[in-house]
């Protein structure tokens, strides 16, 4: 029998990169997972616990070493909070910057295919609309969200750079808003903020009048992309969202009408560089890929709400 195949996941703790870690060992892999666990949680992979699950605890900016095989390096790591773009600024743009090149050394070092999570937010925010992958970007590199749109711009370009360079096998997915169960409470996006709120009965905060559009891909849908990718021949970035767009307004009263709360919607400014258009073009992830979202909008809400309010309700189980 053949070995299993081995992963290197960083950010593996966290919300995205801990759904990822579980969907490769489904799949019969062995996994190690690195996370300093900044923003993510041992919670989050603690049923990972087994013979094909490793964990350690590391900052993806140190030098990485691992002993024996290893066929995939998943650079998941990075702050992507909103929340943190001014609590750990210096934290996320090492993770962009740092990051990639002690992973990308570690995948050269061991003939793995090495995949890098981007985001939409390389885009800024964007003159066309939707965004296709070749649209450059319409980013603010001195603002707030800086630090985090170039930092994701720069682990783009070193991912090429040494693709280029050292003819290593190379991935890149570009995240849309995603959400789904481990999410924290305090992330600060849009989805668990409203949930939050529609829990405690407190209005719902919208940023400028709420018209701005989003996409909201549930995590299942987003997993799914990113392993059909990394089996794919693709070096080119490839978009993984959900292409409806909603505007925040919409979604905050689907908030409202999944919880059966009594919430207002109230109106706060909006922040500096706040994208007015989110919606990803993704043709070339359904033509390379066979990849569509299979999870409404709505559904995919539901769902996780309900992971939120379930762990409101053992909360306050262990409170009492």
Not at 14 to 37: A, K, P, T, W
Not at 75 to 100: Q, W
Request: charged share 30%.
């Amino acid at each position: 029998m053949a070995s299993k195949r081995r992963a290197v996941v960083t950010g593996g703790a966290g919300f995205v990169g801990s759904h990822l870690c579980e969907r490769l060992i489904s799949e019969g892999y062995r996994v190690v997972c690195m996370d300093n666990v900044i923003t993510g949680s041992r919670r989050n992979i603690a049923h990972l616990d087994g013979a094909d699950f490793e964990y350690i605890e590391r900052d993806v900016t140190d030098h990485l070493e691992i002993l024996g095989k290893v066929d995939e390096v998943y650079h998941f790591a990075s702050p992507a909070s909103p929340a943190d773009f001014e609590r750990i600024p210096v934290e996320i743009l090492k993770a962009g910057a740092m990051g990639p090149h002690s992973t990308l050394e570690l995948a050269r070092e061991k003939g793995a295919c090495f995949m890098v999570a981007s985001t939409s937010e390389v885009y800024g925010d964007p003159l066309v609309h939707p965004q296709q992958e070749d649209y450059r970007g319409n980013v603010n590199p001195i603002g707030i969200r800086g630090v985090y749109d170039e930092a994701k711009r720069y682990a783009e370009a070193a991912t090429m750079a040494y693709h280029r360079r050292y003819a290593l096998e190379t991935r890149i997915v570009r995240i849309f808003n995603t959400h789904g169960p481990r999410m924290r409470p305090d992330d600060g996006r849009m989805v668990p903020n409203f949930i939050r709120q529609a829990l405690a009965g407190e209005p719902l905060t919208i940023y400028g009048d709420g018209s701005q559009t989003r996409s909201v891909q549930y995590v299942d849908d987003l997993i799914e992309g990113v392993v059909r990718l990394m089996r794919s021949r693709e070096s080119r970035p490839v978009n993984i969202g959900n292409p409806v767009e909603l505007s925040v307004r919409e979604v905050a009263e689907k908030i409202i009408e999944i919880s059966g709360s009594r919430s207002e919607l109230i109106q706060k400014p909006l922040p500096v560089d706040d994208p007015k258009q989110r919606c990803p073009d993704i043709s070339r992830a359904w033509t390379v890929l066979g990849w569509e979202p299979m999870v409404s909008a709505g559904e995919g809400l539901r769902r996780t709400f309900e992971w939120f309010a379930e762990r409101s309700r053992d909360s306050r189980v262990r409170v009492a």
